[in-house]
């Protein structure tokens, strides 16, 4: 009978014994297995956390240091990028050419913009259209080059006809129109002598038979201007220095 009760004590005690080894399971987020665990994490090295590498986070996750974060920047296309960024190889990132980008729109300063101008039309007088944009042109003025001198032509004292040498210089004038669309001015000219009203005067006809002369040649008389200076030029104190002044000279402009 004595015998018996041992055995069961023992047994009794092991009962015990299994009942306390059982309930000692390890606290979170310490584990010895996957168990131990919540949902949808793994006991690594006895501690639970959310992954052990980059398959066991969902897309657009990664794996750091057990722990699934967000890809910064991830994308899977366009549309969950910045306005103007373009998604390749799953990364919202800068444009670096036309082709990255939609139809209509181009590759301006790292985003796909739609452009302000296609040609040098849709700009401002002053502006030319690059790469979508209008900026102040870089373009050259073309500067027209004269194809050849224009000859002054003089006249005598208190006279505004044309003499056969101021004809012939004219003429060689009127050549030289015919090279090219430039215009021109014939500035009328005249020797101190005489009031400043009547040397205008003078110098306004002398010119004006300059412009007559040359549209006779067939010198459209819209390329031409007359512009009477009088006596304000002149330099001559003697007669031969009053008939260098009494002229018309033909500029380009």
């Not at 990132?93 to 040609?119: E, F, H, I, N, Y």
């Not at 400043?196 to 412009?211: P, V």
Request: proline share 4%; charged share 25%.
């Amino acid at each position: 009978m004595e015998k018996m009760r041992t055995t069961l004590l023992l047994g009794s005690f092991g009962a015990l014994l299994l009942v306390a080894t059982v309930g000692c399971k390890p606290e979170y987020p310490a584990c010895d297995t996957d168990k131990d665990c919540k949902d949808k994490e793994f006991c690594v090295a006895r501690k639970c956390q959310q992954c052990r590498n980059a398959g066991d986070c969902g897309e657009g996750r990664q794996c750091n240091a057990g722990r699934c974060d967000a890809i910064p920047g991830y994308c899977k296309d366009a549309s969950q990028c910045a306005e103007g960024q373009i998604c390749k190889s799953n990364r919202c990132q800068a444009c670096t050419s036309d082709t990255q980008c939609p139809t209509g729109k181009l590759c301006m300063t790292g985003r796909c913009s739609v452009p302000q101008c296609t040609k040098d039309d849709n700009c401002a007088q002053d502006q030319e259209c690059v790469h979508g944009l209008c900026v102040g042109s870089q373009k050259q003025p073309v500067v027209k080059k004269p194809p050849c001198d224009l000859e002054s032509v003089y006249f005598g004292f208190d006279k505004s006809n044309l003499d056969s040498t101021a004809t012939g210089l004219l003429a060689k004038n009127a050549s030289c129109l015919k090279k090219t669309d430039m215009n021109v001015s014939l500035t009328g000219r005249a020797d101190p002598r005489g009031t400043t009203e009547y040397n205008m005067a003078l110098s306004d006809r002398r010119a004006q038979s300059a412009k007559d002369y040359l549209k006779h040649t067939g010198i459209a008389a819209s390329r031409m201007s007359v512009v009477p200076r009088g006596a304000l030029d002149a330099t001559g104190t003697s007669e031969s220095g009053w008939a260098k002044d009494r002229r018309v000279d033909s500029e380009w402009r």
